[in-house]
């Protein structure tokens, strides 16, 4: 079974929309901050990788919302690997109201890392902490 990670947070007044509902650009954030977390529950921090010359590099992100989060919602988005090549790693993230068990978003990321603007392979011990985080197996 794959492990995955989590992220708790509460949809706040700010988060809300004209329509009473979390805006959609809102989860962008949400999103960011899980996969930070993410990052920083495997031991690394993104201003490590900085100062290394060393981003990530998001290739896509597509959402798929299924219902509206509202103010006062506490929310959990869990995150893991599907799959981790040489360069390219995707992950999946789901979002789920806390209290109702209810399914929000689902969501699929694309990422690859670059060094002083050039593509590089996963750095050895960030894949090797990814792969945890997997049902896969090093390729």
């Not at 949809?11 to 899980?34: C, K, P, Q, T, W």
């Not at 495997?42 to 509202?70: C, H, N, S, W, Y």
């Not at 090549?85 to 978003?105: D, F, H, M, P, Y």
């Amino acid at each position: 079974m794959v492990q995955k990670a989590s992220h708790m947070m509460k949809v706040r007044n700010y988060h809300i929309d004209s329509y009473g509902h979390v805006n959609s650009a809102n989860y962008l954030n949400f999103l960011e901050d899980a996969r930070t977390a993410f990052l920083e529950e495997m031991g690394f921090k993104i201003e490590d990788l900085l100062r290394q010359g060393t981003v990530i590099f998001l290739a896509d992100l597509a959402i798929q919302f299924k219902k509206p989060a509202v103010i006062g919602d506490e929310l959990g988005i869990y995150s893991w690997y599907d799959q981790i090549k040489r360069v390219k790693l995707s992950w999946q993230q789901e979002i789920i109201n806390i209290q109702t068990g209810e399914l929000i978003a689902v969501v699929k990321t694309s990422a690859a890392f670059l060094k002083d603007g050039k593509l590089i392979p996963i750095p050895a011990d960030i894949r090797e902490k990814m792969l945890t985080y997997s049902e896969l197996s090093e390729e």
